[in-house]
């Protein structure tokens, strides 16, 4: 039905080769928040959350508009090849998915507020596709980044699958690793703040329609 390449993960081996270095410019300035697009370095008192939830266009507009969240930025995760293309990624053979980099205060909203939304927000039963959008760099994932958020992202995650099962729904397919196990790279400028630049562009939210249990 599907291309193998575009819903089967690829061995190391088997990606492509990537590139050494970021071959293109990124706006230095947030084009909503005003904050720094690229942040490597993040400003004390700050946390970083990483995830990937279907096509990152829609998935970095949600999360630009939680009240504490500082910066945002698109690109991709869980792959092996460095520096990759947007249409390389799309091919398949990179094993990255799209991923939103969110940059937070944890004074004003809380990392397990971030994973709330995350799994309201797309439906984190479908694999290696999210509603139309079919391939692996649609896959759901959550990449965290201190032992805290590990902890945090596990026991939400089985809060919630317990709900789907319960309403039978299917079960979470959702991928959790360290976001140390392989580096986020920044997709071109094209993509990022996308829905701001196209305020009528694409939006992919095949969410489940399940409120996480207790969210009032």
Known sequence: MFNRHKTTLPAPEEALPGREDRWFALAERHRVLDAPVVTDEVPDGLEVALFGL???????????QKPGVWSTSVGYAGGHTPHPSYEEVCSGRTGHTEAVRVVFDPAVVSYADLVKVFFEVHDPTQGMRQGNDVGTQYRSAIYWTTPEQERVARELTDVYAAELRRRRLGEVTTEIRPAS?????????????????????????????VRFPGTA
Do not use: I, S
């Open 54 to 64: 279907g096509c990152f266009w829609g998935a970095e507009e949600v999360y630009w």
């Open 181 to 209: 196990e392989t580096p986020y790279y920044y997709a071109e400028d094209a993509h990022q703040q996308y829905l701001a630049k196209h305020v009528n562009g694409y939006r992919c939210h095949a969410n489940t329609g």
